[in-house]
């Protein structure tokens, strides 16, 4: 038998592989911007794990997510002698990413309970191990959402016997006996209405006088379907029309006694991202629930799990463009066309910096949510109303956001991108997720208005970046041009709600979402000093997102070239540099 050692490919070597980077290490911004905000004491101790994680997310961790995505689970209803199974077989690859995820880095558990006596960390650590987990597998991240936002909802609306029972393996990380957890709310006719929710509750009282709640109807999209625990809005016979007559279940897969709950998986989504991770339709045939909180709050309890799971998704959106961005600059940096690399190439780098703005202003947005968040949850008023209309915008601009910038980033890697051996496509294909997972964009957008107006959450938040922005020590320029925008967005979403001008409702906040990340990344700017690139990148937002623009002018500003190089290339921008991109007129 000859020996035959394979040959590369003619012109695989201008073929970048970004396999084996590390996605922690090569993000100039990521780690400066732990330490700002988690202290250096905190830093020190987690800065093993995130290196860690970086360099897994790009080698083991997306090998494993790229073979669970194209390996769907597998619902099995029955054994060969026909038995009731209702088992879901997921692939070995989406098993072991489990297992890094509840078990290793503990993403669900982390703010439920202690390990060896240690404090539990602030919201922010969860978040950013989530945003680096999420740039190799992103279904897997909505099981890990849904059973922290559970958790987080049964602890604050449960009964003190139901928190006993149910926290101590929700909160777990041994993997072998751990819960995860699911909400099972969407049904075909209600959809985003979420009013005309038809599952009825019954309470039903046996021979000793003991009382029990059953569910009976169909839930049209049930992500996690085999879910361990999950939250169910329903309708108690006795209860009114409306969403005031909703409650709100804890839904159990196994019965104390071991035997499985009155529920069947009718089949599994066939879903365009994802994949990897099992959404299915819910027939509830008398299930056995146990009721949280009080009839007629249950749409207003779950409220609060959704927020959260919102959340989730912006910080899995900022996640999915980091990686898109880390996939386009590495690609322009190795690749070369007519005589240069990409990176050199001045319409590349606009392009690149097309897609490095929004994924710097979710990234700067979810980490200032999940500070005040750690504030809101110990009782500061002005925080929780910070997060009640923060949460929405990320959700509704930054999911957006992710769609686009992902597409641009398979778009640079050519049509080599377009293959599914390659990480682009499966992006782009989970990026349309966010979009509609928790309420469509119109939906989200609705409810910034409703957070600006009927629970008065816009003054606070206005209140709180104007504070930031006077106690950031910012050049006097950059802090007139940000109180200026910051006022403008804030009246202009006050004015639609007021008025009730819906169709206004997304230009208004999306104005808002590039107002308030402008303010945080300037903040952040003057805290990094001597290195201002996120001051840099604010004015750019405000230049490129909130200002007038003449399409029919093509002038390319002659102060950007500078700025642009430095910012693709991971490099520091200086103060002066910093202003020369300052709106015109603002100096």
Not at 427 to 441: F, P
Request: proline share 5%; glycine share 8%; charged share 25%.
């Amino acid at each position: 038998m000859s020996d035959i050692t394979p040959q590369p490919a003619h012109g695989a070597s201008n073929i970048p592989d970004s396999r084996g980077i590390n996605f922690f290490t090569s993000d100039p911004d990521f780690a400066g911007l732990l330490k700002l905000h988690l202290g250096d004491a905190l830093y020190r101790e987690l800065d093993s794990q995130f290196v860690e994680l970086g360099q897994r997310a790009s080698g083991e961790l997306d090998i494993w997510a790229l073979s669970a995505d194209k390996n769907p689970p597998q619902l099995r209803h029955r054994t060969r002698r026909g038995e009731a199974l209702q088992r879901i077989d997921k692939h070995p690859d989406y098993v072991a990413l489990e297992r890094v995820a509840y078990a290793e880095l503990g993403l669900a558990s982390l703010s439920h309970a202690t390990r060896d006596g240690q404090k539990t960390p602030p919201p922010l650590v969860k978040y950013a191990l989530t945003f680096l987990f999420v740039q190799a597998e992103f279904g897997l991240c909505c099981p890990v959402s849904m059973t922290d936002s559970l958790t987080r909802t049964l602890r604050k609306f449960g009964a003190p016997e139901l928190v006993a029972r149910f926290l101590p393996r929700l909160a777990s990380r041994d993997f072998d006996s751990l819960f995860q957890g699911a909400m099972f709310m969407t049904e075909q006719a209600a959809g985003s209405d979420v009013a005309r929710i038809a599952t009825r509750a019954t309470l039903e009282t046996d021979a000793q006088g003991a009382q029990t709640w059953r569910l009976y109807g169909d839930k049209w999209f049930c992500s996690n379907a085999d879910a361990d625990l999950a939250m169910v809005l329903a309708r108690p016979d006795t209860a009114p029309a409306g969403i005031n007559g909703l409650a709100l279940f804890l839904l159990p897969k196994t019965l104390p006694d071991g035997s499985r709950n009155a529920y069947r998986i009718v089949r599994l989504k066939d879903k365009l991202g994802s994949r990897s991770m099992a959404s299915g339709e819910i027939v509830l045939e008398g299930a056995t629930a146990y009721l949280i909180g009080e009839v007629g709050r249950g749409f207003h309890q779950m409220a609060d799990m959704i927020n959260m799971s919102r959340l989730s998704n912006g910080v899995r959106a900022a996640g999915l463009m980091r990686r898109a961005v880390t996939e386009a600059l590495h690609i322009a940096r190795h690749r070369e066309a007519f005589g240069r690399k990409l990176i050199d190439m001045p319409l590349m780098q606009r392009q690149l910096l097309k897609m490095m703005l929004p994924a710097e202003q979710a990234r700067s947005m979810f980490m200032q949510i999940a500070l005040l968040l750690d504030k809101a949850d110990a009782g500061d008023l002005q925080a929780a109303k910070c997060v009640r209309i923060l949460t929405p915008l990320i959700k509704f601009r930054a999911c957006r956001d992710a769609r686009r910038v992902t597409g641009d980033a398979m778009e640079v890697r050519g049509g080599t991108g377009y293959i599914e051996e390659w990480s682009d496509a499966r992006l782009v294909r989970d990026a349309h997720l966010g979009s509609i997972w928790e309420g469509t964009s119109n939906i989200v957008a609705l409810d910034i208005a409703r957070a600006a107006k009927r629970d008065g959450a816009l003054e606070p938040l206005r209140a709180y970046l104007l504070d930031r922005l006077g106690a950031a020590g910012l050049p006097a320029a950059s802090l007139a041009l940000l109180r200026a925008t910051l006022t403008r967005a804030c009246d202009a979403l006050a004015s639609v709600a007021e008025a009730g001008r819906d169709e206004w409702v997304r230009q208004a906040g999306t104005a808002l979402y590039h107002a308030s990340t402008a303010v945080l990344m300037a903040c952040e700017g003057a805290r990094l000093a001597p290195d201002y690139r996120r001051l840099a990148l604010a004015h750019l937002v405000v230049r490129h997102k909130l200002l007038p623009v003449d399409p029919l002018d093509p002038r390319s500003a002659s102060d950007e070239p500078g700025v642009i190089d430095a910012l693709v290339n991971g490099r520091g921008v200086t103060l002066e540099q910093a202003l020369q991109v300052l709106p015109e007129g603002s100096v």
